[in-house]
């Protein structure tokens, strides 16, 4: 591939994927700033690692799986600032000012439940209801089989259900839409989690 | 998917603290193209790319510095074993002089190398963590470590003495070897692929890298890099799951049980086979 060439295919990736990532990056971080960061250094691996990049949709799927690591790291320990991300930050920083949503109640209890899984729950739910991932989506970001995403799947909806139910937060058939969130209840038994 | 599993799904989606179509404004603002301008005008795999790795990747006022010696099968690998109870028991070194920057002279020890020539950065990448692999001339030989980080504490993988049998080296007594290296990448936990590296004398154009897997891996070549006194090239490959690295749970690479590379294999410009060596059996 001569530098047009890979110029030109970076390109596309990041058009196409751009946003994915940085809603990726600030769903998760914890500070806008650190969202900045993994978007520079992941497709700063992607630049640097072009050849190794998979095709189409796959290209997202490896793009997660990078700026997924990036964070566990961003989480571990404290970094400095990557010099990539100084104008992205400004943006970010802005939007989050005009953007920020007031979070109902429910939704409050909501991401405390999840807050309190283990991060590979987390991770994995949050694949499913925000990025939109299927199950082999899935496995080919966390690096499993479909069937093996699918298990964990729903080990963590078996677990976060269990959280929402001693959160006194009712999880029940029938009511998913059409409202703001979980109806509150009286507290009910938590479920068994898994070990 | 059931309606419990529907309404969970809901919850969390609904949770979500920005969503992608709230984002849709910064898709054209300046940070997204200084961004993408700052990311091309970047080197990529292969070249040497001392300009922005060393300035992102220093820490400036860290604490203590720690090396973490590998296993590096070069003459001077006591040496260098040595050298890092050194660093870890951090005695002051005394009446040594630094004059030349280099991020050995953050090391504390009496018996560490002392550089005789600026860091030059042979490779860098970030899998998982930034890394870089940096050449430095020292009192002891040619030092080259695998750089990275590990609970905010850099981390090094390496040794000195390299390229002693190396041709090219005018240094070398016995102008023995095309390649050295590409045995010892180990697994630095913070990565997410196994980085090997290693020394090729000048006249090698391509570097191969046969795998215990029954792979090839062609490696980068970086040749006669700026900074290094001596006339040679060196070779890097970073390994992922496909060459048979493993992943551990958080991500991060394992310490692989058995080396990843059976025999590193030198070829010329022709594609001649200038040596092939053995590395996954100590030698040497």
Not at chain 1, 144 to 158: G, Q, V, W
């Amino acid at each position: 591939m001569d530098e047009a060439d890979r110029q030109e295919r970076f390109q596309h990736i990041y058009k196409d994927h751009y946003l994915r990532i940085l809603g990726y990056a600030l769903r998760r971080a914890h500070s806008s700033d650190d969202a900045a960061d993994v978007v520079a250094e992941t497709f700063l691996t992607a630049w640097r690692r072009l050849d190794d990049l998979p095709p189409d949709n796959e290209a997202a799927l490896w793009l997660y799986g990078v700026a997924r690591r990036m964070l566990a790291n961003y989480h571990r320990e404290e970094r400095r600032r990557s010099r990539l991300a100084g104008r992205l930050r400004q943006d970010i920083s802005q939007l989050v000012e005009v953007t920020q949503p007031a979070v109902s109640e429910d939704l409050e209890a909501v991401v405390e439940a999840l807050g309190q899984l283990r991060d590979k729950d987390r991770e994995i739910l949050g694949l499913v209801a925000w990025e939109g991932l299927s199950h082999a989506e899935v496995g080919k970001v966390l690096d499993c089989s479909p069937n093996a995403a699918k298990i964990r799947l729903h080990r963590a909806r078996r677990r976060l259900a269990a959280r929402l139910a001693k959160a006194s937060l009712l999880v029940k058939p029938g009511e998913a839409t059409g409202h703001t969130g979980g109806r509150r209840v009286p507290a009910r038994p938590a479920m068994e989690e898994d070990q | 998917m059931s309606d419990r599993n529907d309404l969970l799904e809901d919850l969390v989606r609904r949770s979500a603290r920005i969503r992608d179509e709230e984002l849709i404004t910064l898709a054209t603002a300046p940070g997204a193209k200084a961004l993408f301008d700052d990311i091309v005008s970047m080197p990529y795999a292969g070249t040497d790319t001392r300009v922005h790795a060393t300035s992102e990747f220093r820490r400036v006022g860290a604490d203590r510095r720690r090396a973490r010696i590998g296993r590096r099968r070069v003459p001077k690998v006591a040496l260098a074993a040595a050298f890092a109870l050194a660093v870890v028991l951090s005695v002051p070194a005394l009446g040594v002089v630094q004059h030349v920057r280099s991020w050995l002279s953050d090391l504390k020890g009496p018996d560490g190398p002392i550089a005789t020539a600026p860091d030059v950065v042979i490779a860098s990448g970030v899998d998982g963590q930034p890394w870089e692999i940096v050449a430095t001339q020292t009192d002891q030989g040619l030092c080259l470590f695998l750089l990275t980080q590990r609970s905010g504490e850099r981390v090094g993988l390496g040794g000195c003495g390299w390229a002693s049998d190396i041709r090219g080296d005018p240094s070398a007594p016995g102008h023995l070897h095309w390649i050295e290296g590409g045995n010892g990448s180990g697994g630095v936990l913070t990565l997410n692929r196994i980085i090997v590296w290693g020394v090729a004398g000048e006249g090698v154009a391509r570097v191969e890298l046969q795998l215990t897997n029954g792979g090839t891996v062609r490696a980068h070549l970086v040749e006669r890099p700026e900074g290094i006194e001596a006339p040679l090239n060196f070779f890097w490959a970073a390994l992922g799951t496909q060459e048979g690295a493993e992943l551990s749970e958080n991500g991060g690479v394992r310490e692989p049980q058995q080396p990843l590379v059976h025999a590193v294999i030198a070829r010329d410009s022709a594609g001649n086979v200038l040596e092939r060596r053995v590395v996954d059996e100590p030698h040497g």
